[in-house]
């Protein structure tokens, strides 16, 4: 059993925990099939933000949202960043969006026409260019690119061009600013993507510079896929810069963080605890990157966070010294029980006294419901927005 008598440390490592939303899952989105529109979705950027900051008002860890450009293209970035702040909110990582756009049917950065690639270039420099409005220290890029069947162009060409187009990026990144560089199994490219996995996006990270870092999205691997091994091995290298969490059950399914396998985002949290990486000071960005495509928006991100601070909860609580004695001596079982009794320990309790005393509502979900906000926002707000897929 787990010491529970004092819990000083792991409570202050928890109540420095911070979860960034992301812009779009508080808007209307679906599969490809059908999408399924909810009432009192966001219809704006400045809704989305007010959501946003909701969701923190009612956590007290989800204190910066990312956006998506163009779905979150305003005229005044600046005021913009402005309007979040008065709500108690942070504008967090530009995502790019080189996905959507017809002349991006055969790829955007390794598009074997130059002037694709042109195009698809100067939309991360523009991205870069809303980061010194927003002060946003976080460029996240995620490509579509690949190929759809053997022969259709050359791999390896891709990977020049797809190096010379982060080369561009990354000389344009000023101050503080970084890359966060993810990849993906799959899809929309069914035979081979261009940054498939960790290990291509880590290659790419290095050539860069110390300023690249991995985004591992929890949804874009193939079953089975030891994700904290991902996470252990770029920690070592200080090539982890971020998450996309989200859970999936089979293929990208973005659904709510901890959802789908609560023992893997453990397992995760506790490679983050034991590299040291879980201090804000440290850098790693924690973000959720969700649809909620049937299950009302507003709880389920603020479920998603609850459900991010239980695991890291759990693996704050492991017996890292018992556990290390184990492992050397060769204690397989006893070694197995320690993390498990950290796993099996319940700790909600923990984490409500911790917004008790934080002023806040010990159940987030509750209080929502109590809020009206939901109701209000019913009321005003007519005819939301997509998020971008579906449409
Ligand atoms: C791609 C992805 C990436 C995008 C987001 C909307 O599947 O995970 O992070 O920017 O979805
Ligand atoms: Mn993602
Ligand atoms: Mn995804």
């Not at 091994?229 to 971020?242: M, S, T």
Request: net charge negative.
């Amino acid at each position: 059993m787990i010491d529970l008598s004092d819990l000083t440390a792991v409570k202050s490592a928890l109540r420095a925990q911070r979860i960034e939303t992301p812009s779009w899952a508080f808007a209307n989105s679906g599969t490809r099939f059908k999408v399924f529109p909810q009432a009192g979705v966001p219809r704006t950027p400045e809704e989305k933000i007010a959501d946003a900051a909701t969701v923190h008002r009612f956590t007290g860890a989800a204190p910066s949202v990312a956006l998506h450009i163009p779905w979150d293209r305003v005229a005044d970035f600046g005021a913009l960043t402005r309007y979040a702040r008065d709500l108690g909110v942070e504008v967090g990582a530009i995502n790019t969006n080189v996905f959507q756009d017809e002349d991006y049917k055969l790829g955007s950065v390794t598009n074997p026409d130059a002037g694709v690639r042109r195009k698809a270039t100067d939309h991360l420099l523009e991205a870069i260019s809303i980061m010194d409005a927003t002060g946003s220290r976080d460029l996240k890029l995620w490509f579509s690119d690949g190929l759809n069947y053997p022969g259709q162009d050359d791999l390896r060409d891709r990977q020049d061009r797809l190096a010379e187009a982060l080369r561009e990026a990354y000389a344009r990144l000023g101050g503080d600013q970084r890359i966060l560089l993810e990849y993906k199994l799959f899809e929309p490219a069914f035979y081979a993507t261009d940054i498939p996995d960790w290990g291509t996006a880590y290659a790419h990270c290095l050539e860069l510079g110390e300023r690249a870092t991995v985004c591992i999205d929890t949804g874009h691997h193939a079953p089975g896929t030891n994700i904290e091994f991902i996470v252990a091995f770029l920690l070592r290298a200080g090539k982890l810069g971020a998450f996309d969490f989200n859970s999936r059950f089979y293929a990208d399914d973005d659904l709510m963080a901890g959802a789908a396998d609560p023992f893997q985002l453990f397992r995760i949290m506790y490679e983050i605890v034991r590299g040291g990486a879980l201090d804000p000071a440290y850098g790693i960005k924690f973000m959720l990157d969700q649809c909620h495509n049937i299950e009302a928006k507003i709880p389920a991100i603020i479920r998603s966070v609850m459900n991010v601070q239980e695991a890291t909860a759990k693996a704050l609580l492991v017996d890292r010294d018992a556990l290390r004695a184990a492992q050397r001596e060769g204690r397989v079982l006893e070694s197995n029980a320690i993390l498990m009794d950290a796993y099996n320990t319940d700790v909600r309790p923990i984490l409500a006294d911790l917004r008790t005393e934080a002023g806040l509502d010990p159940d987030p979900i509750a209080a929502y419901r109590r809020s009206g906000y939901q109701e209000k926002i019913v009321a005003e707000r007519v005819g939301g927005d997509q998020a971008g897929w579906g449409a």
